[in-house]
């Protein structure tokens, strides 16, 4: 009897701890679901931290940039240029398959224009490139096949870019400070998405990376720095909302080379380049992110594929206000206008760096002209 009672209530006992070992089981579940990986809850201070790990050995404290390379985002293979185009490569690639079962003629030239007007590349590029092509086809240079005045084109607009380099200009080692890239731009074009990507790839290869959330405007800008940071595991400064830009990345700056770190990202909050106070402000921005021990050594403007045209007059604001250094091509994903790449290159002389195709840290990649040509016309 009394074997029978203990053997009933070690059963239970065991049947009750097994049942809790299933729910905690399942509230962990729960709890990964709903907190993407690497996102860190988020912390009081301004100064934000992006990993929740460990500091490593000879870290001066939990808030050392140190730490941010270990356990880096997997970014996984580069997308592939041809891949994200679709819509570009379908309606060049309509034009492309009229023009190549005839023979050259002056529709030929006519449906050429067509195609590149539509694919953004603007008036003046277009007239460019067509006018050279029809005076070799009058020489004789080409041969009156469209196979040859196709590959003459593909080879022209290559040309564009001869000699750019999409790689983005470091400070030297043992310059004595970080590397500072300033990310500039109209409201939503992709500024703080890039910087975000831009991080994860920077981490993802072994760098310290601190992120300066230099847009003070909305709080809604900070957090969501502070997300990508997380994903980066990247650190992040911060400001009181409608504080000084220019004082936020300095803090960075300051912060970074007392940590060690190899690289500031600064963000900025969106403006139009016709406000003359707010191109103002980020030319003292520019000023101040110039300081020793920072080296500036690109100022980034982010355009919207989508927008076109409108593109080149931002560029030229930009360029005026704070000097660009390179063009960050975002949305190129969802668009037909990718052609504004060429318009950009031919009139403004400005390099394109970096191309966004699409929302994610993976979705990133350098701007290769050869690749990007070849996915228009194959
Ligand atoms: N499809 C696609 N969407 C993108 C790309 N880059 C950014 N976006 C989206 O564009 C929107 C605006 O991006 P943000 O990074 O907030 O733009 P921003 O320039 O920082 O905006 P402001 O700070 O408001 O000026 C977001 O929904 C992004 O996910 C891209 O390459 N492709
Ligand atoms: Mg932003």
């Known amino acids: 009897m009394v074997l029978t009672i203990v053997i009933a209530v070690v059963g239970v006992l065991v049947l009750a701890s097994a049942g809790l070992l299933v729910v905690t089981r399942a509230r962990r579940g729960t709890e990964a679901r709903h907190r993407a990986p690497g996102v860190p809850h988020a912390a009081p201070s301004h100064l934000r931290q992006g990993p929740a790990s460990p500091a490593p050995e000879g870290a001066a404290d939990a808030g050392a940039v140190g730490q941010v390379a270990a356990g880096a985002l997997q970014l996984g293979p580069r997308p592939a240029l041809r891949d994200r185009l679709d819509r570009a490569r379908s309606l060049f690639g309509g034009y492309l398959e009229q023009i190549r079962a005839r023979a050259v003629d002056e529709t030929t030239f006519e449906e050429l ?5 539509l694919a953004d590349v603007g008036v003046r590029t277009t007239t460019a490139l067509l006018d050279d092509l029809r005076s070799r086809v009058r020489s004789g240079e080409i041969e009156g096949s469209s196979g040859a005045l196709l590959g003459a084109l593909r080879a022209d607009i290559e040309g564009l870019f001869a000699g750019d380099s999409a790689e983005l200009a470091t400070a030297p080692p043992g310059s004595g400070g970080p590397t500072v890239w300033l990310f500039v731009g109209v409201n939503g074009v992709g500024k703080t998405t890039t910087i975000g990507k831009v991080a994860a790839r920077e981490a993802a290869e072994g760098r310290k990376v601190v992120l ?15 997300t990508w940071a997380g994903r980066a595991h990247a650190q992040l400064i911060r400001g009181a909302e409608g504080a000084d830009p220019s004082s936020v990345i300095f803090d960075a700056v300051q912060h970074g080379a007392a940590r060690g770190a190899d690289l500031v990202l600064a963000d900025t909050a969106g403006r139009l380049h016709t406000k003359v106070n707010l191109m103002e402000e980020l030319r003292k921005v520019r000023r101040i992110a110039e300081r020793p021990p920072g080296k500036l050594t ?3 403007l982010v355009l919207d594929a989508t927008t076109g045209q409108n593109g080149l007059v931002q560029a030229r604001q930009f360029t005026e206000a704070v000097g660009v ?9 969802g668009t037909a206008k990718g052609g504004v790449v060429l318009a950009i290159r031919n009139e403004l002389g400005l390099p394109i760096k970096l191309v966004g195709v699409g929302e994610s840290a993976a979705d990133l990649v350098e701007f290769d002209p050869k690749e ?3 996915a228009l016309f194959e």
Do not use: M
């Not at 224009?113 to 007007?117: F, G, Q, R, V």
């Not at 250094?325 to 975002?330: E, N, Q, Y």
């Open 212 to 226: 300066a959330a230099g847009d003070t405007f909305r709080a809604a800008a900070g957090e969501q720095l502070e």
């Open 298 to 300: 690109e100022v980034l």
């Open 372 to 374: 990007f040509v070849a």
């Open 325 to 333: 250094t390179g063009i960050v091509l975002t949305k190129l994903d």
């Open 113 to 117: 224009e067509e195609a590149l007007i």
